[in-house]
């Protein structure tokens, strides 16, 4: 879960990585011990607990979410909890989408809403051919009718 407005040091972007650990080949623990490594420690928030169980102050409006994790049957529920605090703009990443067959079940349910669902995105899918499992994800972006990329170049 990523928030550029929390500030860490003068209004620098913050990375919430959410995980129980409780996975028996988890690499997890080792995240804070290698954003410290790379000088990104302070960009950093580990929560050790589990994803169902984690929330931020209501205040709080996030860029992105990343979801790596088998959540199949329900992913719904996590849209339906976060989508309301995620920008205009931002994303939404699921892994293991298309080759999957209950998050592919899920991904055509969001494909067939459109945008006349309770959530209003645009969406790609990838596949990583050179993974044996896992080996997809599907990227959706927020986007109300009003939304338009910001225009950042000086040239025409």
Same mark, same amino acid.
């Given at each position: 879960?990523?928030?550029?407005?929390?500030?860490? *040091?003068?209004?620098? =972007?913050? !990375?919430?990585?959410?995980?129980?650990?409780?996975?028996?080949? +988890?690499?997890? #623990? /080792?995240?804070?011990?290698?954003?410290?490594?790379?000088?990104?420690?302070?960009?950093?928030?580990?929560?050790?607990?589990?994803?169902?169980?984690?929330?931020?102050?209501?205040?709080?409006?996030?860029?992105?979410?990343?979801?790596?994790?088998?959540?199949?049957?329900?992913?719904?529920?996590?849209? *339906?909890?976060?989508? =309301?605090? !995620?920008?205009?703009?931002?994303?939404?990443?699921?892994?293991? +989408?298309?080759? #999957? /067959?209950?998050?592919?079940?899920?991904?055509?349910?969001?494909?067939?809403?459109?945008?006349?669902?309770?959530?209003?995105?645009?969406?790609?899918?990838?596949?990583?051919?050179?993974?044996?499992?896992?080996?997809?994800?599907?990227?959706?972006?927020?986007?109300?009718?009003?939304?338009?990329?910001?225009?950042?170049?000086?040239?025409?």
């Amino acid at each position: 879960v990523l928030n550029k407005y929390m500030d860490v *040091e003068g209004g620098k =972007g913050v !990375l919430h990585c959410v995980d129980h650990m409780g996975h028996a080949h +988890t690499t997890a #623990n /080792r995240v804070k011990e290698m954003s410290n490594s790379l000088g990104l420690g302070d960009h950093l928030i580990l929560h050790d607990v589990d994803f169902w169980e984690f929330n931020l102050p209501e205040d709080n409006s996030l860029d992105f979410i990343w979801l790596d994790f088998a959540a199949s049957n329900k992913l719904m529920k996590v849209f *339906e909890k976060w989508w =309301g605090r !995620l920008e205009d703009g931002g994303f939404v990443l699921v892994h293991s +989408t298309v080759t #999957n /067959r209950l998050t592919r079940e899920w991904l055509e349910e969001m494909r067939s809403m459109g945008n006349e669902g309770p959530f209003q995105f645009d969406q790609i899918s990838f596949l990583e051919p050179l993974k044996m499992f896992q080996n997809s994800f599907s990227m959706f972006q927020k986007r109300s009718t009003s939304y338009k990329e910001p225009i950042l170049t000086k040239y025409p």
